[in-house]
């Protein structure tokens, strides 16, 4: 299938999935949305997508069980008539000039309201630039960067903690981890060698050395390696007390496997959410990478909460749970619409304006921020994240302590010999 029959795909769904509002209601809101919904991210990109048309039903239709979140209690946005939001789903096959030509076919041909995605950081920079030039509003959901919203930009915000709070969130966990016995001397770093990769590896090679925890090595690489043996014996050599992975999902999934072919099993693996999260990585490895933690901002919370409500939304319709970067895709698509609604308009100006003002709370999200407020750069200053570790075929949430609901396990098991 060609890149134009692709995104004409995805305009098409948008109309058969019956997101357009009915001729004798107000006007629609347009949001053109960029993800990798083929190629090696396919299934991170997928399951985004079902999360934000899960989301878009909270909002078009009433929900008064989820009435602590905005807009799910009415249908559709109250301030501008009850208009519904209308979804044109594009595929950048997580190419970054693919990414820069959807974004400018969605604002000059779909005359798309505001953008959002695009997963790969590398395309949400490519993508984001064509916003900025053209003044549409540009909700990044999950990409973390720091370049995204480290240029100036005005109409550029971004939902999702970025590198360098990831990168202190690990900082806190090792200090905590040191002040109960547990022995780190030393760290490796392993990351793919994009924008992603490489921001989230120097904001963690800095933290770290501002904290006086030892790199021991830092190891780049390209995600569509189809061979990282070199890779894990250059780890099993350093013996580093812990390993953070900077990985897609192809890639991780690879490393995990490989380190079980290769008897390597280090105290502790870390992956920095992306490829670990991605729904097809615990059903790939789960025998393999018992222990193994990631970072995430999502918790499916008690029965009867909010979240879990949610959760069994999402789960009816794709039959897995919600997962950390579709729910990041998901809060980020709620803050634009709460935005939208608030500006009680379609024009540009007003939209971005209302963005900068924005000031949701903790308990109007559904995930575990502190709220979403946007500084001067467009970043959510109050975004937060977790640690979970795999115990068994899922994610528990362990840390920190008083947030838990399952206990760390450290060592890592890894596989059962």
């Known amino acids: 299938m060609t890149r134009s029959s692709l995104w004409l795909a995805g305009a098409v769904a948008a109309t058969v999935l019956g997101f357009a509002a009915p001729a004798s209601a107000a006007n629609p809101v347009r949001i053109g949305i960029l993800w990798p919904l083929t190629g090696n991210a396919a299934a991170a990109g997928q399951a985004s997508k079902a999360a934000v048309e899960v989301a878009l ?73 064509v916003a900025e030039r053209h003044g549409v509003p540009f909700m990044v959901g999950e990409s973390a960067a720091l370049n995204i919203t480290g240029r100036g930009f005005k109409w550029v915000f971004r939902g999702t903690p970025i590198a360098s709070d990831y990168a202190r969130t690990y900082m806190r ?10 022995k780190i001397e030393s760290i490796a770093v392993v990351n793919e060698n994009t924008d992603y990769g490489t921001s989230v590896s120097d904001a963690i090679e800095a933290e770290a050395k501002k904290s006086g925890v030892p790199v021991a090595i830092r190891i780049p690489y390209s995600a569509s390696s189809t061979d990282v043996s070199a890779q894990v014996l250059q780890l099993k050599q350093r013996q ?18 490989t380190m079980r ?35 995430s901002a999502w918790d499916i919370g008690k029965p009867g909460s909010t979240t879990a409500k949610i959760n069994e939304m999402y789960k009816a319709k794709t039959g897995r749970d919600l997962d950390d970067t579709s729910a990041r895709n998901m809060q980020s698509f709620f803050a ?62 362990v840390w920190p302590e008083a947030t838990a609901n399952a206990k760390l396990q450290w060592p890592m098991t890894g596989w059962t010999p």
């Open 173 to 182: 966990f090792f200090a905590e981890m040191k002040g109960q016995g547990k």
């Open 240 to 257: 580093p007390d812990v390993v953070i992975f900077i990985s897609y999902t192809a890639d991780a999934i690879l490393y995990m496997k």
């Open 261 to 295: 072919n290769l008897d390597y099993r280090p105290p502790m693996v870390i992956g920095d959410d992306t490829g670990f999260s991605d729904p097809s990585f615990v059903p790939a490895v789960s025998d393999v990478a018992q222990g193994a933690m990631n970072r």
């Open 57 to 129: 039903d909270i909002i078009n239709n009433p929900h008064p069980e989820l009435a602590n979140l905005p807009l799910a209690a009415t249908g559709g946005l109250p301030n501008l008539g009850g208009a519904k939001i209308e979804i044109t789903f594009v595929d950048h096959q997580g190419d970054p000039s693919t990414a820069q030509q959807l974004a400018t076919r969605l604002v000059t041909q779909d005359k798309v309201h505001a953008l959002m995605g695009a997963y790969q950081s590398s395309c949400s920079f490519t993508a984001t630039a």
């Open 336 to 397: 634009l619409a709460e935005a939208i609604d608030r500006a009680g308009s379609t024009d540009p100006e007003k939209i971005r304006d209302a963005l900068t003002k924005t000031d949701l709370k903790a308990e109007q999200l559904m995930m575990g921020y502190q709220g979403v407020k946007f500084d001067n750069t467009g970043q959510n200053v109050l975004a937060a994240t977790y640690l979970i570790q795999l115990q068994g075929k899922q994610y528990q949430l």
